[in-house]
C-alpha cells in the first residue's frame, strides 16, 4: 500500500470560540452579490460570524459575535441532553454532540441556554437570508426547547445581518433538536426550500415558509417527505439530494441506534419509489448522498457519454465502526465499499465530499475525534487513502465552500477548540490552471522536470 500524500491545503486562519461547538454547530452563510460566510454556533448561546474582508488590496480573516435575538445568554442544560441521549462506551461522539469532551464526565451547570444546531439558506429569487438556530434554556423545573427563524423581508435589509438576527420567529418545541438542515422540494412547476428538524420524538419536522404571511410554519412531514415517516429511532443526521430540475431525489438518513435508510423519491406525487434500509452496531455520525463515475465498462464502448454518467452513492460515517461507501444505490442498493483505517482514530465525527484535485470527480473528507482529517478517493476500484492531516483537538464539522469570492473554495474546520480555515496551495492550483488552458488551445504540456 502506497504512503499517504501531502494534503493540499494549508492553514491559513485560525478563530477561537467562546465555548465549543458541536457536530451541528456549523452552516455556510450565502452572500448576496458578495462572498459569502460561515456561522459557527458555541454551546453558550454565542453565534460566531465569519467571512474574508478586502483590507489595503488584501482579503483579511474577520471573526465577530452576531447578537442573535431571544436567545438567552448563561447555566446549562447540558444534563439534560445527556439524560436524553443516553450514554454510550463511544469516546468522541456524544461528547461531541453537546460539548463534553468525554461522554464519562457529566458535565456541571454554567449557562441558562445552550444551542444545538444551526442553519441557513437564501430565499429565491434574491428576497433575503434565513437563519434557523435551535437552542434548549433552562427554564428552572423543565428545560425548554425553541426553534428560531431569523428573516428580514425589507426591502434593503434581506442580507444584512445585523436587521436579519433582529427579526424573529421563536416556536417553542415539544421535543429535544438535533439536526437541523435544509431541503428543496418540488412543488407544482417551482422550487421550495424548507427546514428539517430531527428530534427525539422520534420524528423529523418540517418548516415551510407561508409566503402569504411572511412566516414559517410546521407542515405534516408526509405531505413532501413521505420517506421521513415510521422512524425507527432518533434521526442524527439526515440529507436530501438537491433536486435541481429533476423530479425524483434520494433521501438518506442515519440514526441513533445504526439504523440507515436510503429512498428514491418521485417528487411530483410525492411518491416513494424505492427504499433500502441496513443496520449498523453504532449511532450514525453523518450520511451524504453524492455523485461518483461509474466503473469502466469495456462493454460501454461506442454508447457516448451515456456511460460516464455519474451515479448517486451514499457515504454513511459510524461511530463504532468502519465508515462505508453505498456505491450506485439505484442500482446496487446496499452494497458497501469500506473506507480503509477509518476506524482508528477514534469516532468519525464528521464528512464531506468536495473535489479537492479539480478532477471533476469528488473525495471522501472524514474529521474523527482523534483529531485527523483522512481524505479518500476511488480509484481502481476501491477507496485509498491520498492524505492524513493532524489537528491540534477533535473534529467537529467541516464545510467547503468560497468565502473569499475568488471561485477557489475554501475548506473550514470546526475542533473543539475553534474555526480552522483551510485554503488550497497555490502552486498546484496554478499548474491544474495552465495545464487546462493549454489543453484547450491544443499546446503541448510541459516537459517533466
Given amino acids: 500500500m502506497a504512503l499517504p500524500g501531502r494534503c493540499p491545503l494549508a492553514e491559513d486562519s485560525f478563530s477561537r470560540l467562546c465555548s465549543q461547538s458541536n457536530v451541528f454547530g456549523l452552516a455556510a ?45 448563561s447555566a446549562g442544560v447540558r444534563g439534560h441532553l445527556w439524560g436524553v441521549m443516553g450514554v454510550y462506551g463511544v469516546s468522541g461522539f456524544y461528547g461531541s454532540l453537546w460539548g463534553g469532551c468525554s461522554p464519562l464526565i457529566p458535565p456541571m451547570p454554567t449557562v441558562d441556554a445552550e444551542i444545538v444546531s444551526i442553519d441557513s439558506f437564501p430565499i429565491p429569487p434574491q428576497r433575503g437570508l434565513v437563519v434557523g438556530i435551535t437552542f434548549i434554556k433552562d427554564s428552572g423545573d423543565k428545560p425548554s426547547p425553541f426553534l428560531n427563524i431569523y428573516c428580514d423581508y425589507e426591502p434593503g435589509s434581506e442580507y444584512d445581518l445585523d436587521c436579519v438576527a433582529q427579526s424573529c420567529l421563536n416556536l ?28 427525539n420524538d422520534p420524528a423529523v419536522h418540517l418548516y415551510k415558509e407561508n409566503s402569504s404571511l411572511h412566516q414559517f410554519e410546521e407542515q405534516p412531514i408526509q405531505r413532501l417527505f413521505p420517506e421521513l415517516q415510521d422512524l425507527p429511532s432518533n434521526v442524527l443526521w439526515l440529507h436530501a439530494d438537491p433536486p435541481g430540475t429533476a423530479s425524483h431525489r434520494i433521501t438518506a438518513f442515519g440514526c441513533q441506534s445504526g439504523h440507515v435508510r436510503v429512498a428514491r423519491v418521485d417528487q411530483s406525487g410525492p411518491t416513494v419509489l424505492q427504499s433500502w434500509s441496513i443496520q449498523q452496531d453504532g449511532p450514525i455520525s453523518k450520511v451524504l448522498v453524492f455523485p461518483l463515475p461509474p466503473e469502466p465498462d469495456p462493454d460501454a464502448s461506442g454508447q457516448g457519454d451515456a456511460a460516464a454518467e455519474p451515479r448517486f452513492s451514499v457515504l454513511v460515517a459510524s461511530t463504532m465502526e468502519l465508515s462505508v461507501v453505498y456505491r450506485d444505490v439505484l442500482s446496487r442498493g446496499l452494497t458497501e465499499q469500506s473506507l480503509p483505517g477509518s476506524d482508528l482514530h477514534d469516532s468519525v465525527l464528521c ?23 483522512l481524505c479518500y478517493k476511488y480509484s481502481g476500484g476501491e477507496f485509498r487513502l491520498l492524505w492524513s492531516r493532524r489537528f491540534p483537538s477533535p473534529l467537529l464539522s467541516l464545510l467547503y465552500s468560497d468565502l473569499t469570492g475568488d471561485g477557489l473554495a475554501e475548506l473550514a474546520v470546526v475542533c473543539v477548540r475553534g474555526l480552522h480555515v483551510l485554503q488550497h496551495r497555490l502552486e498546484p492550483v496554478a499548474r491544474c490552471v495552465l495545464e487546462r488552458l493549454r489543453a484547450l488551445v491544443g499546446a503541448p504540456p510541459d516537459p517533466p522536470q
Fill in 172 to 199: 417553542e418545541l415539544q421535543f429535544t433538536p438535533f439536526q437541523l438542515c435544509h431541503a428543496e422540494v418540488q412543488i407544482g412547476d417551482r422550487l421550495e426550500t424548507v427546514f428539517l428538524l430531527s428530534g
Fill in 29 to 73: 452563510l450565502p452572500g448576496g452579490e458578495g462572498p459569502g460566510g460561515l456561522l459557527a454556533a458555541a454551546l453558550k448561546g454565542k453565534v460566531i460570524h465569519f467571512r474574508y474582508h478586502e483590507l489595503q488590496r488584501r482579503m483579511r480573516p474577520l471573526a465577530g459575535e452576531l447578537q442573535f435575538t431571544y436567545i438567552p445568554g
Fill in 351 to 373: 464528512a464531506l465530499t468536495p473535489d479537492l484535485d479539480f478532477d471533476g470527480h469528488p473525495e471522501v473528507l472524514l474529521g474523527t475525534y482523534g483529531q485527523e482529517l
